[in-house]
């Protein structure tokens, strides 16, 4: 009987010990730098990955709202050139989830905003006025006021803006003569001021 209980001891000494050795590993816990980024369309995002856990893996999914150019994906960072495909705002939104040992952390969302490219004087205003307003404010047009030059538009921006927006019948009208500007034409415009007139 001795030996029985002896036996018996010894084995659960065994598997005490075993059960204390033999812990689950600790879920890793993904951090994220930035947790969330506002970028310019055609930039590309800069989130870096992190965990306490040595060895940690990361994985990701994105989810596209009004922008193109995400893409799951695997790594310690992520860096993917994001296009806002309307004219306004879009989002990527990344769900990130960490892995070590075998075991799956909680997952992470980093929501990145992706605003439309701002309008410049040189890549939208320039060949909008030079299509609209040629030939009189163009150089050797009768009109002093010569629109192909940065200057001479950004101080007179309110002025064109007030004369392209009135009804083709109302004095004042411009273009003179020609056809009223397209409310897409009127809207460049008006970005561009609300943008900070950028020359380029």
């Known amino acids: 009987m001795k030996t029985r209980l002896l036996i ?4 659960l000494a065994i598997l005490i010990l075993n059960s204390c050795t033999e812990e689950d590993p600790i879920p890793p816990v993904a951090t994220a730098t930035p947790a969330e980024q506002t970028i310019t369309s ?3 995002t800069s989130i870096a ?3 306490s856990v040595t060895g940690t893996t990361f994985t990701w999914t994105v989810e596209l709202t009004g922008v193109s150019g995400g893409a799951a994906g695997s790594g310690s960072s992520i860096a993917q050139t994001l296009t ?9 939104t990344y769900t990130i989830t960490p892995a070590a040992n075998g075991t799956s952390g909680t997952p992470i969302k980093v929501k990145i ?4 490219p701002k309008v410049t004087f040189v890549a ?3 060949p909008l006025l030079t299509a609209s307003c040629t030939p009189c404010h163009m150089p050797g047009g009768a009109n002093p006021n010569k629109w192909d030059d940065y200057t001479s538009v950004k101080n007179k921006i309110s002025v064109i803006l007030d004369r392209v927006q009135r009804e083709p019948t109302a004095a004042g009208f411009m ?3 020609g056809t009223k ?5 009127i809207a460049l415009l008006n970005k561009w001021v609300a943008d900070g007139v950028l020359e380029k």
């Open 124 to 126: 939208d205003i320039k």
């Open 175 to 177: 273009p003179k003569g």
């Open 84 to 92: 806002a495909t309307g004219g306004a705002a879009g989002t990527a």
């Open 42 to 44: 055609g930039a590309p």
């Open 113 to 116: 905003t992706v605003n439309p």
């Open 181 to 185: 500007l397209s409310a897409a034409n």
């Open 8 to 11: 018996i001891s010894s084995f």
């Open 49 to 51: 990955l992190t965990s």
